[in-house]
Antibody
Framework: EVQLVESGGGLVQPGGSLSLSCSAS????????MHWVRQAPGKGLEYVSA????????YYADSVKGRFTISTDNSKNTLYLQMSSVRPEDTAVYYC??????????WGQGTLVTVSS | DIQMTQSPSSLSASVGDRVTITCRAS??????LAWFQQKPGKAPKSLIY???SLQSGVPSKFSGSGSGTDFTLTISSLQPEDFATYYC?????????FGGGTTVEIK
């Protein structure tokens, strides 16, 4: 069974850094495209970042470009989102997603990031 | 960026009703369209991908149709567990974008 488990969320001060992890099981991370999506409290879904594991090409939303970095550790089958220079508007639940052309989309349960002093 | 417009933004319906939600893309996205269901405090759940392919384990009362710019999600007979917010998403091009959501409430 495919499973995605996010961790690393918490309270961080404006301007600070935080690293989110997404542990994958039931499939090999290196064969999939992986994504991060966030949802601010009471708001809709916002696309954040993507990585194509084969080839390693990445994508970032304008709102996080230059501040967030997506990466993987294939030996740990884990996806990461390194967040730096965080702002109050980065406060959200962060979800990792797996896309597969044969089976569609799979979501993790999310991890809450709160940016506040 | 491709804009995704869902309508209605909310609706009230009764158990047993047939419900249709529409999603319009600002430009053609072929069939690269997904539908998700989200209940309060929970992660979104995938229902449909490739506009009309049912995600594994999703009941057949959910169906999707459309291509190009106009898409629909239909729930054939609404049940209590279906009251939730539904989102469409295009994955034709980056940035992947979501509709604003449709909240289905109990009448």
């Amino acid at each position: 069974e495919v499973q995605l488990v996010e961790s690393g969320g918490g309270l961080v001060q404006p301007g600070g850094s935080l690293s989110l992890s997404c542990s994958a099981s039931g499939f090999i991370l290196s064969t999939s495209a992986m994504h991060w999506v966030r949802q601010a409290p009471g708001k809709g879904l916002e696309y954040v970042s993507a990585i194509r594991i084969s080839g390693g090409s990445t994508y970032y939303a304008d709102s996080v470009k230059g501040r967030f970095t997506i990466s993987t550790d294939n030996s740990k089958n884990t996806l990461y989102l390194q967040m730096s220079s965080v702002r109050p508007e980065d406060t959200a639940v962060y979800y990792c997603l797996k896309w597969d052309v044969g089976s569609g989309w799979c979501w993790g349960q999310g991890t809450l990031v709160t940016v506040s002093s | 960026d491709i804009q995704m417009t869902q309508s209605p933004s909310s609706l009230s319906a009764s158990v047993g009703d047939r419900v249709t939600i529409t999603c319009r893309a600002s430009q053609g996205i072929s069939s690269y369209l997904a539908w998700f269901q989200q209940k309060p405090g929970k992660a979104p759940k995938s229902l449909i991908y490739a506009a009309s392919s049912l995600q594994s384990g999703v009941p057949s009362k959910f169906s999707g149709s459309g291509s190009g710019t106009d898409f629909t999600l239909t729930i054939s007979s609404l049940q209590p567990e279906d009251f939730a917010t539904y989102y469409c998403q295009q994955y034709n091009s980056y940035p992947l974008t979501f509709g604003g959501g449709t909240t289905v409430e109990i009448k």
